[in-house]
């Protein structure tokens, strides 16, 4: 994993620090080309570099505080012809008010349906001569007029802004094109033979010889503002659409909150809650921030956030999510991050990074797009130039030109990556998986090695109770209870797990309302385990060293029962009173349900798995038999510092590997893998480091997110394959005469709408 973040911006040529960034809500863009004209641009200034998406209309920009100021960037791409601002935060009072976009989207629709209604019987009238009648071409200009100079007014607008700039983009394209078309019919008609009463003539689907003074090209100009206005719209509608997930995930929170306050509850907007303020929360309602609940004990829906069905049971001390819904009881929980600080807010941060971000095949796209307009303009000169040399027909010629123009629109190959990677990024967010940037895609198809972290990651890195092996003549029951009352004062992991299987045990036997009994003169023995006095007994629990120091030894069947223990994996504990040996408890880490099954999918993927863990190798081989792993894949006794040196390891035997880890001592892993998963339920310093989060402690979900970047990333290869096929098929079909440019019309909208439909597929991804 490179050690830039995917999604930053490309390193400038000036040596000044870029010390400053700011993302530009850009305006006005209508193709990759006007993307790939402010990029070029802002990356001119001293002290900057940016990378502008056009999917996203956003410009994300690294700059030195010290030569520039934001002020400086936005005016610089108001000069380039386009608007910029700084997006406004979001408040949660405006969650009701109408989104700019769709209002937008709205307009286009209007302008569309407008277009339409004026441009279908000059369409027909023109294609069909039957329809013809006397005079039937003044009625098409007085129809095609309104939608050509109306209709078409935002290409027209954007093509002049972008000839005062000296530039030429997909607005040039089709502005030329259809005012071409409409000029030559004005001609035709006014100073030709085309408005003489009586005129017919039929619709060709290539650019047939005629006479150019009676030939109208109405249904061109025309059909061909509809039809690109059709591609914008539904272009338009399918971003919205892949963008939802986002604008989704960002809304999920809590609109207000009830606070206590000096005993009562106070109803405050959400943005005003702190840290450290407790809040209620009744059944039915979400979560207002991250925290910890101190009071309660309900089952939270965390659905929306991880895409886990299964309500997760919360108490006293545990930690909570915002967003989340209580399906339980009433619970008050303390705030521990609130603002832009929570979970929720991270979340939808890492999703738009990664869709504002640029893969590297997608910098080629936008290079191409930059000097492709420029060149279909030569090409479509040098058609006209060659048509008319070659068979001195000016209306063939000009039909073969326009159709270059129309059909040549490099729409496709702007939005072959980026709604992709809209959608795929989006639909990861909503199961809970969240992709860093779009160069993990391309990792996720190379890597064939993955190493699992155990504790935490396979395991639950919870210790828990599994055996209690009494000795001859003694109570199991009574062993537990009186062993499990002695841990219950210790802090110890493995005192806890026997303290919670005694409690579990008590409860069961006695009911609810059973408890432990009381430890007096209790004491901690360092490195060797605990004593005190139990309802008169004095108790040892602890390592074998601890009794044989007090001159107790372990009766053979003991012994025996504790080395077997251990032999599986497990930890023994020995417990005594009253001068002998009593009994052994034995507890283990436990293996996730879902790991074994984990296992098999990321085999099922391809994929090598390998298991880390600085425990014994004895517990390690023990999980590894558990979930899958082959005895040669495990690496065990392994310090925290060393698990990098692992990762290296198994890159220098030429493997491609994935590290999947949630504690700190698995960020310097993440970091060195080539692709780093970092479990959501682990360190901040884990997530940092992983290429991609898996919200839920599930190691399913592993599997999941590498399925869904490899088909995030054919979908993405998929759409540039077609984008790039498209324009080269297409341009020499269409100077060789073989299109009518309305057909090329409708084939450039057809493509746009065909690669922002293929990524929208990736929505239905499980």
Same mark, same amino acid.
Not at 529 to 550: D, I, N, P
């Given at each position: 994993m490179n050690s830039a973040t995917p999604d930053s911006p490309p390193e400038p040529a000036s040596p000044l620090p870029l010390d400053h960034h700011v993302e530009l809500t850009v305006g006005g863009m209508t193709c990759a080309s006007c993307a790939a004209r402010i990029e070029k641009k802002l990356?001119?200034?001293?002290?900057?570099? &940016?990378?502008?998406?056009?999917?996203?209309?956003?410009?994300?920009?690294?700059?030195?505080?010290?030569?520039?100021?934001?002020?400086?960037?936005?005016?610089?791409?108001?000069?380039?012809?386009?608007?910029?601002?700084?997006?406004?935060?979001?408040?949660? $009072?405006?969650?009701?008010?109408?989104?700019?976009?769709?209002?937008?989207?709205?307009?286009?629709?209007?302008r569309l349906l407008v277009s339409a209604v004026l441009a279908t019987p000059v369409i027909l009238l023109s294609m069909v001569p039957a329809l013809q009648f006397d005079n039937w071409q003044w009625l098409s200009l007085t129809l095609a007029a309104p939608v050509v100079v109306w209709g078409a007014l935002p290409f027209h607008r954007a093509a002049w802004t972008n000839l005062r700039h000296g530039a030429a983009t997909m607005d040039t394209l089709v502005s030329v094109g259809t005012l071409a078309a409409f000029g030559w019919s004005l001609w035709a008609l006014f100073f030709g033979d085309a408005g003489m009463p009586g005129m017919r003539h039929g619709f060709d689907l290539t650019a047939g010889r005629a006479d150019g003074a009676s030939t109208v090209y109405l249904e061109v100009?025309?059909?061909?503002?509809?039809?690109?206005?059709l591609g914008r719209w539904l272009e338009a509608r399918s971003k919205r659409k892949a963008g939802a997930a986002l604008r989704a995930l960002m809304e999920l929170g809590a609109t207000d909150v009830a606070v206590l306050r000096g005993g009562s509850e106070?109803?405050?907007?959400?943005?005003?809650?702190?840290?450290?303020?407790?809040?209620?929360?009744?059944?039915?309602?979400?979560? &207002?921030? $991250?925290?910890?609940?101190?009071?309660?004990?309900?089952?939270?829906?965390?659905?929306?956030?991880?895409?886990?069905?299964?309500p997760v049971d919360v108490g006293p001390g545990d930690r909570v999510t915002g967003a989340t819904v209580n399906a339980g009881g009433r619970i008050v929980v303390e705030a521990t991050r609130v603002g832009a600080d929570t979970q929720l807010a991270r979340m939808a941060r890492m999703v738009e990074d990664a869709q504002n971000g640029k893969a590297q095949v997608q910098r080629l796209a936008d290079r191409i797009s930059a000097v492709f307009v420029p060149v279909v303009l030569l090409i479509a000169l040098g058609t006209l130039v060659t048509w008319l040399l070659v068979t001195d027909d000016p209306t063939a010629a000009f039909t073969a030109a326009v159709a270059v123009l129309i059909i040549a629109c490099p729409c496709a190959l702007g939005l072959a990556t980026p709604t992709a990677?809209?959608?795929?990024?989006?639909?990861?967010?909503?199961?809970?998986?969240?992709?860093?940037?779009?160069?993990?895609?391309?990792?996720?198809?190379?890597?064939?090695?993955?190493?699992? $972290?155990?504790?935490?990651?396979?395991?639950?890195?919870?210790?828990?109770?599994?055996?209690?092996?009494?000795?001859?003549?003694?109570?199991?029951?009574?062993?537990?209870?009186?062993?499990?009352?002695?841990?219950?004062?210790?802090?110890?992991?493995?005192?806890?797990?026997?303290?919670?299987?005694?409690?579990?045990?008590?409860?069961? &036997?006695?009911?609810?309302?059973?408890?432990?009994?009381?430890?007096?003169?209790?004491?901690?023995?360092?490195?060797?385990?605990?004593?005190?006095?139990?309802?008169?007994?004095k108790v040892l629990v602890g390592r074998e060293k601890l009794l044989?120091?007090?001159?107790?030894?372990?009766?053979?069947?003991? =012994?025996?029962?504790?080395?077997?223990?251990?032999?599986?994996?497990?930890?023994?504990?020995?417990?005594?009173?009253?001068?002998?040996?009593?009994?052994?408890?034995?507890?283990? $880490?436990?293996?996730?349900d879902t790991s074994a099954e984990a296992v098999a999918r990321l085999r099922a993927l391809g994929l090598v798995p390998v298991l880390l863990t600085g425990d014994n190798r004895a517990v390690a081989d023990a999980?590894?038999?558990?979930?899958?792993?082959?005895?040669?894949?495990?690496?065990?006794?392994?310090?925290?510092?060393?698990? =990098?040196?692992?990762?290296?390891?198994?890159?220098?035997?030429?493997?491609?590997?994935?590290?999947?880890?949630?504690?700190?001592?698995?960020?310097?892993?993440?970091?060195?893998?080539?692709?780093?998963?970092?479990?959501?339920?682990?360190?901040?310093?884990?997530?940092?480091?992983?290429?991609?989060?898996?919200?839920?402690?599930?190691?399913?979900?592993?599997?999941? &997110?590498?399925?869904?970047?490899?088909?995030?990333?054919?979908?993405?290869?998929?759409?540039?394959?077609?984008?790039?096929?498209?324009?080269?098929?297409?341009?020499?079909?269409?100077?060789?005469?073989?299109?009518?440019?309305?057909? =090329?019309?409708?084939?450039?909208?057809?493509?746009?709408?065909?690669?922002?439909?293929?990524?929208?597929?990736?929505?239905?991804?499980?």
């Amino acid at each position: 994993m490179n050690s830039a973040t995917p999604d930053s911006p490309p390193e400038p040529a000036s040596p000044l620090p870029l010390d400053h960034h700011v993302e530009l809500t850009v305006g006005g863009m209508t193709c990759a080309s006007c993307a790939a004209r402010i990029e070029k641009k802002l990356n001119r200034m001293e002290g900057v570099a &940016a990378t502008v998406n056009y999917a996203t209309e956003k410009a994300r920009i690294a700059y030195d505080g010290g030569t520039v100021g934001v002020p400086d960037l936005i005016a610089t791409v108001v000069k380039t012809g386009y608007t910029a601002e700084e997006p406004a935060p979001p408040a949660a $009072d405006d969650r009701d008010a109408e989104d700019p976009a769709d209002l937008e989207l709205a307009a286009l629709r209007q302008r569309l349906l407008v277009s339409a209604v004026l441009a279908t019987p000059v369409i027909l009238l023109s294609m069909v001569p039957a329809l013809q009648f006397d005079n039937w071409q003044w009625l098409s200009l007085t129809l095609a007029a309104p939608v050509v100079v109306w209709g078409a007014l935002p290409f027209h607008r954007a093509a002049w802004t972008n000839l005062r700039h000296g530039a030429a983009t997909m607005d040039t394209l089709v502005s030329v094109g259809t005012l071409a078309a409409f000029g030559w019919s004005l001609w035709a008609l006014f100073f030709g033979d085309a408005g003489m009463p009586g005129m017919r003539h039929g619709f060709d689907l290539t650019a047939g010889r005629a006479d150019g003074a009676s030939t109208v090209y109405l249904e061109v100009a025309a059909g061909v503002t509809v039809f690109i206005l059709l591609g914008r719209w539904l272009e338009a509608r399918s971003k919205r659409k892949a963008g939802a997930a986002l604008r989704a995930l960002m809304e999920l929170g809590a609109t207000d909150v009830a606070v206590l306050r000096g005993g009562s509850e106070v109803r405050i907007p959400v943005r005003r809650l702190a840290a450290g303020d407790r809040f209620v929360v009744r059944p039915g309602e979400k979560v &207002a921030t $991250d925290g910890t609940v101190v009071e309660g004990s309900s089952a939270l829906d965390a659905s929306m956030l991880t895409g886990e069905s299964v309500p997760v049971d919360v108490g006293p001390g545990d930690r909570v999510t915002g967003a989340t819904v209580n399906a339980g009881g009433r619970i008050v929980v303390e705030a521990t991050r609130v603002g832009a600080d929570t979970q929720l807010a991270r979340m939808a941060r890492m999703v738009e990074d990664a869709q504002n971000g640029k893969a590297q095949v997608q910098r080629l796209a936008d290079r191409i797009s930059a000097v492709f307009v420029p060149v279909v303009l030569l090409i479509a000169l040098g058609t006209l130039v060659t048509w008319l040399l070659v068979t001195d027909d000016p209306t063939a010629a000009f039909t073969a030109a326009v159709a270059v123009l129309i059909i040549a629109c490099p729409c496709a190959l702007g939005l072959a990556t980026p709604t992709a990677l809209m959608v795929g990024t989006g639909r990861g967010a909503q199961l809970g998986i969240l992709i860093k940037g779009p160069e993990v895609l391309e990792s996720t198809r190379r890597v064939d090695t993955v190493v699992l $972290d155990k504790t935490g990651t396979v395991t639950t890195g919870r210790m828990e109770l599994k055996d209690v092996l009494p000795a001859a003549g003694v109570d199991p029951t009574e062993l537990l209870r009186l062993a499990g009352a002695l841990e219950h004062a210790s802090e110890h992991p493995i005192a806890q797990a026997v303290a919670a299987g005694a409690q579990a045990a008590g409860s069961a &036997a006695a009911g609810a309302g059973a408890g432990l009994p009381e430890v007096t003169d209790f004491a901690n023995v360092p490195g060797l385990g605990v004593e005190g006095v139990v309802e008169g007994r004095k108790v040892l629990v602890g390592r074998e060293k601890l009794l044989t120091g007090r001159g107790y030894e372990l009766p053979p069947a003991l =012994a025996a029962a504790k080395a077997a223990a251990e032999a599986s994996g497990r930890t023994a504990v020995a417990v005594a009173w009253d001068g002998e040996a009593r009994g052994v408890l034995t507890v283990a $880490d436990t293996v996730k349900d879902t790991s074994a099954e984990a296992v098999a999918r990321l085999r099922a993927l391809g994929l090598v798995p390998v298991l880390l863990t600085g425990d014994n190798r004895a517990v390690a081989d023990a999980v590894a038999a558990e979930v899958g792993i082959g005895a040669g894949e495990v690496y065990a006794e392994v310090l925290p510092e060393e698990k =990098a040196d692992v990762v290296r390891r198994l890159q220098a035997q030429g493997r491609i590997v994935a590290m999947v880890g949630d504690g700190v001592n698995d960020a310097a892993a993440l970091a060195t893998a080539d692709l780093g998963l970092a479990m959501g339920t682990g360190t901040d310093a884990a997530i940092e480091a992983g290429d991609l989060t898996l919200v839920r402690g599930d190691l399913r979900v592993a599997a999941d &997110a590498i399925r869904l970047s490899r088909r995030t990333l054919t979908t993405i290869k998929g759409n540039l394959f077609w984008a790039f096929g498209y324009n080269v098929a297409a341009l020499p079909l269409a100077a060789a005469g073989l299109l009518n440019p309305m057909i =090329a019309g409708f084939a450039m909208a057809f493509s746009s709408v065909f690669v922002v439909t293929n990524s929208l597929r990736l929505r239905t991804f499980t």
